[in-house]
Protein backbone atom coordinates (compact mmCIF):
# COMPACT_ATOMS: atom_id res chain seq x y z
CA UNK A 1 0.00 0.00 0.00
CA UNK A 2 1.27 2.91 -1.48
CA UNK A 3 -1.06 5.52 0.12
CA UNK A 4 0.06 8.85 2.16
CA UNK A 5 -2.63 11.21 4.19
CA UNK A 6 -3.75 14.05 1.94
CA UNK A 7 -2.20 12.81 -1.14
CA UNK A 8 -0.91 9.69 -3.10
CA UNK A 9 -3.62 7.26 -2.41
CA UNK A 10 -5.31 5.80 -5.69
CA UNK A 11 -8.47 4.49 -6.69
CA UNK A 12 -6.88 1.83 -7.13
CA UNK A 13 -4.92 1.67 -4.00
CA UNK A 14 -8.69 2.34 -2.09
CA UNK A 15 -9.98 -0.58 -4.28
CA UNK A 16 -7.46 -3.20 -2.93
CA UNK A 17 -8.07 -1.79 0.89
CA UNK A 18 -12.04 -1.94 0.61
CA UNK A 19 -10.85 -6.08 -0.89
CA UNK A 20 -8.98 -6.42 2.15
CA UNK A 21 -11.27 -4.78 4.98
CA UNK A 22 -14.72 -6.04 3.54
CA UNK A 23 -14.03 -8.51 0.77
CA UNK A 24 -15.83 -11.71 2.34
CA UNK A 25 -18.84 -9.80 3.31
CA UNK A 26 -19.02 -7.71 0.41
CA UNK A 27 -18.98 -11.21 -1.28
CA UNK A 28 -21.57 -12.52 0.40
CA UNK A 29 -23.72 -9.61 0.35
CA UNK A 30 -23.47 -9.34 -3.55
CA UNK A 31 -24.23 -6.83 -6.27
CA UNK A 32 -28.07 -5.89 -5.00
CA UNK A 33 -27.69 -5.49 -1.55
CA UNK A 34 -24.54 -3.55 -1.80
CA UNK A 35 -26.11 -1.28 -4.50
CA UNK A 36 -29.18 -0.65 -2.04
CA UNK A 37 -26.55 0.41 0.49
CA UNK A 38 -24.91 2.62 -2.33
CA UNK A 39 -27.90 4.16 -2.79
CA UNK A 40 -28.24 4.88 1.05
CA UNK A 41 -24.88 6.35 1.24
CA UNK A 42 -26.29 8.92 -1.78
CA UNK A 43 -28.93 9.89 0.56
CA UNK A 44 -26.61 10.45 3.22
CA UNK A 45 -24.76 12.79 0.79
CA UNK A 46 -27.49 14.63 0.06
CA UNK A 47 -28.13 15.52 3.73
CA UNK A 48 -24.06 16.96 4.25
CA UNK A 49 -25.28 19.00 1.52
CA UNK A 50 -28.14 20.63 2.93
CA UNK A 51 -26.91 20.65 6.48
CA UNK A 52 -23.75 19.07 6.97
CA UNK A 53 -20.18 20.30 8.31
CA UNK A 54 -17.79 20.57 5.83
CA UNK A 55 -16.28 17.66 7.41
CA UNK A 56 -19.54 15.38 6.94
CA UNK A 57 -19.73 15.96 3.49
CA UNK A 58 -16.03 15.00 3.00
CA UNK A 59 -16.83 11.82 5.12
CA UNK A 60 -20.48 11.16 3.22
CA UNK A 61 -18.46 11.92 -0.41
CA UNK A 62 -16.12 8.78 1.03
CA UNK A 63 -18.37 6.49 2.19
CA UNK A 64 -20.43 6.62 -1.73
CA UNK A 65 -16.85 6.62 -3.03
CA UNK A 66 -16.62 3.36 -0.70
CA UNK A 67 -19.32 1.59 -1.66
CA UNK A 68 -19.22 2.18 -5.16
CA UNK A 69 -15.68 0.55 -5.26
CA UNK A 70 -17.46 -2.07 -3.16
CA UNK A 71 -19.66 -2.93 -5.73
CA UNK A 72 -16.52 -2.79 -8.59
CA UNK A 73 -15.12 -5.22 -6.27
CA UNK A 74 -18.16 -7.43 -6.47
CA UNK A 75 -18.70 -7.50 -9.87
CA UNK A 76 -14.51 -7.24 -11.06
CA UNK A 77 -14.27 -3.96 -12.29
CA UNK A 78 -10.86 -2.23 -12.26
CA UNK A 79 -12.02 1.15 -11.28
CA UNK A 80 -9.30 2.69 -12.10
CA UNK A 81 -8.96 1.29 -15.46
CA UNK A 82 -12.37 2.33 -15.62
CA UNK A 83 -12.38 5.78 -15.41
CA UNK A 84 -8.66 6.59 -16.72
CA UNK A 85 -10.16 5.10 -19.75
CA UNK A 86 -13.50 7.35 -19.56
CA UNK A 87 -11.90 10.07 -18.36
CA UNK A 88 -8.58 10.34 -18.84
CA UNK A 89 -7.56 11.96 -21.75
CA UNK A 90 -10.78 14.17 -22.10
CA UNK A 91 -14.68 14.68 -22.13
CA UNK A 92 -16.14 11.16 -23.16
CA UNK A 93 -18.66 13.20 -25.02
CA UNK A 94 -17.39 15.63 -27.38
CA UNK A 95 -13.17 14.13 -26.77
CA UNK A 96 -12.92 18.22 -25.26
CA UNK A 97 -10.44 19.79 -22.83
CA UNK A 98 -12.83 21.52 -20.92
CA UNK A 99 -16.10 20.06 -22.32
CA UNK A 100 -17.73 21.52 -24.91
CA UNK A 101 -20.72 20.02 -25.31
CA UNK A 102 -24.08 21.27 -24.61
CA UNK A 103 -25.09 22.87 -21.67
CA UNK A 104 -28.51 21.47 -21.60
CA UNK A 105 -27.69 18.05 -22.41
CA UNK A 106 -25.99 15.27 -20.00
CA UNK A 107 -22.33 15.86 -19.41
ZN1 LIG B 1 -18.11 17.29 -23.54
Do not use: H
Not at 54 to 76: K, P, Q, S, Y
Not at 100 to 105: I, K, Q, S, T, Y
Amino acid sequence: MSEQPGGGFTIGDLQRRIGELYGAKDEARGDSATFLWLVEEVGELATALRSGSAEELALEMADVLAWLVTLANIRGVDLESAVARKYGESCPGCRSVPCRCDPAGKP
